[in-house]
């Protein structure tokens, strides 16, 4: 009889655990909140929307289910996610999937700040989960991972075979796998022979969203199978393997009260990350708030990089840009002060706050840009006398690539907040200074233009084609958005100079 690997159990241990951590936020003066935007049409959407509810209530948390029509633009859903990202009662956001096919799924999901991102699913956070960086990672695939070692199953050294290469399971699994030191296979719908791969596996791990995929005579008694499969059947919610096959394994998770069970808790989990990746943020900006964003003064800077070899790239230059767009908009913001502005007081106290932190952030992205492409440089310079060696240099460049145009994309995000905070105060601003506005616009935009340039020069380098192609889409749609921006806000300030 083969063990079955119910979760209930544990899922109430990181319930408890939530529940604890959240009890100390509330003393601390702090209501975690999270916000779940669902479209609706789609029937099990709506049920795992209102079981995330229920959830939330159990663990003392706040939750905003924000519902709208099938017909909602794709600009509606974009403005609510940015309200969402601006309000700092909210810390986590979540869009509930699927959604109609009007709507692109990675474009709104790009837009989440990536730190209050719970599902792990924009691109920021899908790059941290492949780097192994801070970030947050995908509720299910933890959840896995989680499961394994909750029954004192090791990873280490164990054949894995996962069945299933898609965006939300299989390819952020493929990477917690991968860095839990097991020896990977990943099957998928080309591969042949799937049955002779799970032949020779310690552990399974199938997410291909196939009810069926996975039969009995597939087992094998020292199978241990990690079912994250959910397909609605006319006999209810199964996995990717048949009922049957939990006879011939040596441990599989059963479907419902297996991966499910403890994913939606990981959710919350994910929350709690975000809270505590939010307070860094603000102790950082608390911290060096009052000290000059470079040791440097730009004359210095640009004086020393010039005659440095290699000479900083474009990821550095619009690094720099975006420091001296964000120092131009809290100038603004501080000289819109006194009686006059009394009514958007507040409102500019917080853009000043924004920017210097935006300042201190494009520090941040400069340093990163430097040691990317040192990074890059270093990988180039790996020994390549033998197969190994050359498979070792491959994964150094293919990682330093990832790296090299991920910051400067991180980089255009960034920009473009900005860019979008400074236009919602284009009609409060002092009128003596709303030119250095405008300046401070076209500033942020170089440095989304710039750092645009640097991630098409790094996209070549990059052999996932997925990767590849987020980086595109997500890319050009920021580079076309910020000059979109840009060219609206200078005709606001053209108008108002009038």
Same mark, same amino acid.
Do not use: C
């Given at each position: 009889m083969s063990m079955l690997l119910k979760t209930k159990e544990l899922a109430n241990e990181?319930?408890? !655990?939530?529940?604890?951590?959240?009890?100390?936020?509330? /003393?601390?003066?702090?209501?975690?909140?999270?916000?779940?935007?669902?479209? +609706?049409?789609? #029937?099990?959407? /709506?049920?795992?929307?209102?079981?995330?509810?229920?959830?939330?209530?159990? =663990?003392?948390i706040e939750f905003d289910l924000i519902q709208f029509d099938p017909e909602v633009t794709e600009r509606r $859903? =974009?403005?609510?996610?940015?309200?969402?990202?601006?309000? #700092?009662?909210?810390?986590?956001?979540?869009?509930?999937l699927p959604v109609p096919k009007h709507i692109r799924v990675q474009k709104c999901s790009d837009a989440i700040t990536p730190e209050k991102d719970v599902d792990g699913i924009s691109s920021a956070n899908k790059l941290t989960c492949m780097t192994g960086n801070t970030g947050i990672y995908p509720a299910t695939p933890q959840a896995c991972i989680a499961i394994l070692k909750h029954f004192g199953f090791t $990873?280490?050294?164990?054949? &894995?075979? =996962?069945?299933?290469?898609?965006?939300? &399971?299989?390819?952020?699994? @493929?990477?917690?796998?991968?860095?839990?030191?097991a020896t990977l296979t990943v099957c998928h719908s080309h591969t042949q022979d799937i049955a002779g791969h799970i032949a020779n596996a310690d552990i399974l791990m199938t997410a291909a969203g196939q009810a069926g995929l996975i039969t009995a005579d597939m087992m094998h008694p020292e199978l241990v199978v990690i079912d994250a499969g959910i397909n609605e059947t006319a006999t209810g919610i199964t996995g990717d393997a048949v009922p049957e096959a939990a006879a011939f394994a040596k441990a599989i998770t059963p479907v419902p009260g297996g991966v499910g069970t403890l994913t939606t808790v990981m959710l919350f989990?994910?929350? @709690? %990350?975000?809270?505590? %990746?939010?307070? +860094?943020?603000?102790?950082?900006?608390?911290?060096?708030?009052?000290?000059?964003?470079?040791?440097?003064?730009?004359?210095?800077?640009?004086? &020393?990089?010039?005659?440095?070899? #290699?000479?900083?790239g474009g990821g550095s230059i619009a690094a720099l840009s975006a420091a001296l767009g964000a120092s131009m908009g809290s100038m603004v913001a501080n000289i819109t002060s006194g009686p006059k502005f009394e009514s958007v007081r507040q409102q500019m106290a917080d853009i000043v706050v924004l920017m210097q932190s935006a300042m201190?952030?494009?520090?941040?992205?400069l340093k990163k840009d430097m040691e990317s492409f040192n990074g890059y440089m270093a990988a180039l310079g790996l020994p390549k006398e033998n197969d190994e060696e050359k498979k070792m240099r491959s994964l150094a460049l293919q990682k330093a690539a990832v790296q090299a145009a991920?910051? #400067? %994309?991180?980089? @255009?995000?960034?920009?473009?907040?900005? @860019?979008?905070?400074?236009?919602?105060?284009?009609? /409060?601003?002092?009128?003596? &200074?709303?030119?250095?506005?405008g300046i401070a616009l076209i500033m942020l935009d170089a440095a989304v233009q710039s750092a645009?340039?640097?991630?098409?020069?790094?996209?070549?380098s990059i052999k996932d084609a997925g990767v590849r192609s987020?980086?595109?889409?997500?890319?050009?749609? %920021?580079?076309?958005? !910020?000059?979109?921006?840009?060219?609206?806000?200078?005709?606001?300030?053209?108008?108002?100079l009038v």
């Open positions: 990181v319930s408890e !655990s939530i529940i604890t951590e959240v009890n100390s936020l509330k /003393e601390k003066g702090i209501q975690p909140r999270l916000a779940t935007i669902l479209v +609706q049409g789609d #029937p099990a959407s /709506e049920y795992y929307a209102k079981a995330k509810q229920k959830k939330a209530r159990q =663990l003392g $859903l =974009l403005d609510e996610i940015e309200g969402l990202n601006q309000d #700092p009662a909210v810390h986590g956001i979540m869009l509930e $990873l280490k050294g164990k054949n &894995v075979v =996962l069945v299933g290469r898609g965006d939300t &399971v299989g390819r952020p699994l @493929m990477q917690l796998l991968l860095r839990e030191n989990e994910n929350l @709690m %990350l975000a809270i505590r %990746l939010q307070q +860094q943020s603000a102790d950082a900006l608390e911290t060096n708030g009052e000290q000059q964003v470079f040791d440097q003064t730009i004359r210095q800077f640009l004086q &020393v990089s010039a005659s440095s070899a #290699p000479t900083p201190l952030e494009a520090e941040s992205f991920s910051v #400067p %994309l991180h980089l @255009m995000k960034r920009s473009l907040e900005i @860019m979008s905070a400074l236009d919602k105060i284009t009609e /409060e601003v002092n009128k003596n &200074v709303i030119s250095d506005l645009w340039i640097t991630v098409e020069i790094n996209l070549g987020s980086f595109q889409e997500t890319g050009a749609e %920021l580079s076309s958005q !910020s000059n979109e921006r840009k060219l609206q806000v200078l005709q606001k300030i053209k108008e108002k």
